[in-house]
């Protein structure tokens, strides 16, 4: 089957295929070291040149004016360039996020032609969607054009929450598990739905219970918590700790308040230097509080998933 799955994230993508050899649906390696993932990420130099994924994310540290992330975000709304950098020439660039994706997914497209042999003339694709990107919206029509762009010509959606649905059923061998709800909580959205499995082994989902939210994804608590980091650092040492004007700046903190959350994932407190050598510590307690407003929210959206289906 010449076909290949794309969960396009917000911060990281996966692509899987079909392996006729095993029967079995295969996770490529698309990352460093072995890793499924790579970066949602694409920087633009000086000179024009793209890269992309963890090369991406390489160059934000000695060239941030280049880099962009999270342009799956602003699918759609074509107006607004998600990338604008001036070139070694004097000449300016400007792209869409929808340029910007369709870049992205033809670097993936001619990666996989020319490392998988069976896949050597790849035009087909499923791409995983947020409950909210649903049929007709500027956001799914954009990254269909993208799609066809990078040179996929025929394109399929499956929402995002269904698909992990499905794959957690058909993988799970207790027999008499039938029901689960599944709460896909990524960069850009929190998707819920709740998928089910009959007696002879078929999935279903039943797409108007699904519910999402654009609002309370990763990336939101990113910008919460950098507003948060810059608070406590102006009370601890009674300044700024850079003007909001200095984008390559913010853009920075924003990359520490991302791995501030991480960290925190498994420690208890942890030591943020937004201005070396200084620093201020942020700890699980304080982390919770900053965020009980999502987390609610997301209680909220699981509890109307739930009604809507009847279930408790």
């Known amino acids: 089957m010449n076909r290949i ?5 917000t911060t990281k993508t996966m692509v899987s295929r079909y392996n006729p050899s095993s029967g079995l649906v295969e996770v490529l390696k698309l990352g460093r070291e072995g890793n499924s993932a790579i970066p949602t990420a694409i920087h633009l130099d000086s000179s024009g040149a793209f890269s992309f994924g963890d090369d991406a994310e390489d160059m ?3 060239d941030p004016e280049g880099y962009c992330r999270a342009f799956k975000l602003e699918l759609g709304e074509d107006a607004n360039p998600a990338l604008s950098r001036v070139l070694s020439n004097g000449c300016t660039k400007c792209f869409t996020a929808e340029n910007l994706t369709g870049f992205f997914l033809e670097y993936i497209r001619k990666r996989i032609m020319g490392e998988v042999a069976s896949l050597n003339n790849l ?15 500027a956001w799914r029509a954009a990254l269909k054009r993208a799609a066809i762009f990078a040179g996929f010509t025929d394109v399929d959606f499956l929402a995002e929450p269904i698909a992990a649905g499905r794959a957690y059923l058909r993988d799970e061998q207790v027999q008499n ?21 009959s007696a002879d082994g078929c999935i279903k989902a039943d797409v108007r219970s699904a519910k999402g939210r654009d609002d309370i994804g990763g990336e939101e608590i990113d910008i919460l918590l950098v507003r948060y980091l810059l608070k406590m650092w102006r009370e601890k040492f009674g ?38 050598p200084k620093n201020i510590s942020v700890s ?4 919770n509080a900053l965020i ?12 109307k998933v739930l009604g809507s289906d009847k279930l408790k």
Request: proline residues 3%.
């Open 5 to 9: 799955g794309i969960d396009f994230g």
């Open 60 to 62: 934000f540290a000695t």
């Open 123 to 137: 035009s087909s694709c499923t791409i995983t969607v947020p409950v909210t990107g649903g049929e007709g919206t």
């Open 177 to 197: 598990f039938s029901r689960a709800m599944i709460v896909d909580w990524g960069g850009g959205t929190l998707d819920i739905s709740v998928v089910s499995r």
């Open 239 to 276: 300044m700024e700790a850079f003007e909001t004007a200095d984008i390559i700046k913010m853009l920075k903190c924003r990359r520490v308040a991302k791995n501030t959350k991480e960290q925190l994932s498994f420690r208890e407190t942890y030591p943020v230097r937004l201005v070396p």
């Open 284 to 287: 699980q307690t304080n982390f």
């Open 292 to 303: 009980e407003s999502f987390i609610g929210n997301a209680i909220d959206l699981a509890k």
